[in-house]
């Protein structure tokens, strides 16, 4: 029997057909799930919804950094689905600047996306799950929050992500009167379209001789922890973050 039976989960950012978030939507819909694709393009997140397994999963428009847009989605799903029992809050992007190099508009873009969007998408569905007494967020933070970027990210890369955690605490200890589980996983260095081209073969050879494992992670590497967070499996896991690295830090 699938984890999700009957679950309605929402995962953000999940268009991209190599990233995180698809690869979660893919076996959140394996383990029964009915699951709501969002992504800046509206087409992109169809397609995208289109290729799960199973029936009834959608895609929409949503930018995590509009809150009316965030809060139009929670509405349009629950209206549609009746509830939705697990957010994955996956949008983000990166820009691999020095700490000289970031522009108040580098700085906006990726506290905006990866932080304010995580604050908003969360905020659209707390009223509904405090009127259910149940839901489950799962935050896409990363390693670089915990070792101060060194990978790709720069550093308001892993101001973004730090603070993607330390919302998720926050949000986890508000919340877990009302039921409401709030967890982050910190992904290492995993094989996605993320770093557009701008990975080069000395940073990734520099990268993978600091991993234990010997191997850059896997989208589904990623997705399994996401499965055990939104699941039932964890159900006395709050707060916490799940480091998924290849060991590439042991701490
Ligand atoms: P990706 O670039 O493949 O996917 C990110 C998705 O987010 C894209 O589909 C993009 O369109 C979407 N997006 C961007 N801005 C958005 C916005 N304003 N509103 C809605 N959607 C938006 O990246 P990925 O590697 O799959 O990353 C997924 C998450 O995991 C991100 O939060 C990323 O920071 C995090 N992460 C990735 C890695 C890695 O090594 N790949 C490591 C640690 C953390």
Known sequence: MGLLTGKIAVVT????????????????????????????????????ADDLPGEGHMGMACNVTDKEACFAT???????????DILVNNAGITQPLKIMEIAPENYDAVTDVNL???LYMTQ???????????GSVVNMSSVSAQRGGGIFGGPHYSAAKAGVLGL???????????????????????????TA???T??????????????????????AGCALFLASDLSSY???????????SLIH
Do not use: Y
């Open 201 to 222: 073969d000395e940073m990734r050879a520099q990268v993978l001789a600091g991993i234990p494992m010997g191997r850059a992670g896997t989208a589904d590497d990623v």
């Open 74 to 84: 929670a509405a349009a799903v629950i209206e549609k689905l009746g509830a939705v």
């Open 124 to 134: 659209a569905l707390i009223p509904h799950w405090r009127e259910r007494q149940t």
């Open 168 to 194: 998720t605490k926050a949000m986890a200890r508000e919340l877990a009167p009302d039921g409401v589980r709030v967890n982050a996983i910190c992904p290492g260095f995993i094989a996605t379209d993320i």
């Open 13 to 48: 950012g999940a268009a991209s057909p190599r990233g995180l978030g698809k690869a979660t939507a893919k076996l959140f819909a394996e383990h029964g799930a009915t699951v709501v694709i969002t992504d800046l393009d509206a087409a992109q997140a169809q397609a995208a």
């Open 237 to 247: 896991c709050t707060g916490t973050e799940v480091d998924v690295n290849g060991g």
């Open 197 to 199: 081209g701008k990975l």
């Open 116 to 118: 304010r969007g995580t």
